[in-house]
């Protein structure tokens, strides 16, 4: 039953990573369905890909038709409804959330098992989140919102690494899982709610109190 | 004998891909002979060496010399005579088009001789076929045309598709890769004839008919 | 000792690397500690690892912790002083090129080591060296200026190369190893110093004589 919650999890986080991605692609630049459907699974699919071409084993969710289903699914009613699925935003934004704070927790641990040390296995856990979305944005053309604004790496990070150091305790398990999942979804949503963002570097502080209407 | 002319064919495509794709970086963004040499042997082995990684295996191609010596000559062509190809471009649209029909295929049966399932050779198929153009015009800044204008990856999906779908009746021969590849063949050539597209999503449509004059 | 060298000179490429990836993308375009930390990274390791992902092997770097530090503290320090290091661009434009041409000859010899030809090892030799930056410029969605500007992937290219040959004549080691990177750091200065370009295509040294003030 756990093993099946897991699954539920993990597909449903899959389903709005797509989801997510295919209507952030609409918006943003004019694509046909295979754009749609191709950046969608990229999205979904592309952390979880680039993590296991560094633990240098097979993509395993590609090779599971289940994802590729959840994925393929997101990416279609991205196409399809996209135009009016604005009023949807919030719930969309909470799924999402979902999927990023169970990617960083599972696809850290997936590094631990592969006997990966404790840093490497927590930015593994980070690419595994937010891979998808920033392989999506460099093929839109534009820098990854994950580099420039808002809080998207940093809760991931933080579940991540709360999850390895569950671990190196020996105490990871179900239910610490679920707290350092929680915790990356918690700091996610408040970042969303209250438009935190990460430090910017001095240089562009400057130029923007200089010219306070620039971008 | 055989095993000869699918050789010709694959050089054949390789040294397509690398021109095409040379020329198209050119003319997009200016660039210097090691831009042209790298976008070019990009774009004719970038989907195959995708399709490698994801199967978790040596990149086949980047180990054959003569797979390199055809995609660096097609670079170099479009490096030194690109400025007067212009009177060219059908016959090299025609050479890329067979390059396409045969990675398509080539690359999906790959993918079922690995033990892939039948949606993960088609999509390898896919990506084999397209996956090259699709780096070189991230590494341009611009979105892959493959997302965005005509049928470039409709017809790869299609000729993946038939020739997956032979192999799972024991169809797979000489015989209907030849079919499988020519039906993409004739898709691409009749897309580019008549200038079809695949179809957009309704919130650009919209967009569109609103203002005629935009893009 | 001469490992110990080796190893130092390794780390002092990644940090160089790191510092210089993370001042070019902060000077780029507005992106948060994330992108800074990100995108330093990616360019002192990101060469090396697709270098060992085209050779499918596990990426050595990205498992070795000393160079995920080297890596992170020259992000940092991008991100933490970069306003105030204009002064110091010649220092780490020397030590760029201190990673450039190490990493050209180290990784043309590792893929030597792998039973490579000689073409493919120059080849990964400079992936190694500029595979990195090629990887940053694309996330800041701008063309790589490796493909673009300057003389950096030539001398990469001429380090691999004289190392490969060296190889092949059995002459390889801790002494031609320094003259080949010797060599490539050579040209990479005088480069900068002089302003050298390689050849750009003649469609755009027509268009470049026409109206000159383009651009």
């Not at 820098?143 to 809080?151: H, I, K, Q, Y």
Request: hydrophobic content about 55%; charged content about 15%; aromatic content about 8%.
């Amino acid at each position: 039953m756990e093993t099946t919650l897991l699954l539920v999890l993990d597909l449903t986080g899959t389903f709005a990573f797509a989801l997510n991605g295919g209507l952030t692609a609409v918006r943003a630049v004019r694509i046909d369905i295979v754009g749609v459907i191709a950046l969608g699974m990229i999205t979904a699919m592309g952390g979880g890909i680039i993590r296991d071409l560094i633990l240098n084993t097979e993509p395993a969710t590609f090779h599971d038709w289940r994802y590729l289903a959840a994925a393929g699914l997101g990416a279609l009613i991205a196409f399809a409804f996209g135009h009016r699925m604005d009023r949807l935003w919030m719930p969309i934004e909470v799924l999402d959330a979902v999927g990023l704070s169970f990617f960083a927790v599972t696809g850290a641990m997936k590094a631990v098992g592969f006997g990966l040390g404790p840093a490497q296995a927590i930015i593994l856990g980070t690419i595994t989140a937010v891979g998808g979305g920033t392989v999506r944005d460099a093929l839109l053309g534009r820098v990854p919102s994950v580099l420039s604004d808002g809080l998207y790496a940093v809760p991931a990070f933080i579940g991540a690494l709360l999850a390895v150091a569950a671990s190196l305790f020996g105490l990871y398990g179900p239910v610490t899982a679920v707290i350092a999942a929680g915790v990356c979804f918690l700091i996610r949503m408040l970042g969303i709610r209250f438009g935190w963002n990460a430090p910017v570097p001095r240089v562009w502080k400057h130029r923007e109190s200089d010219s306070p209407s620039e971008e």
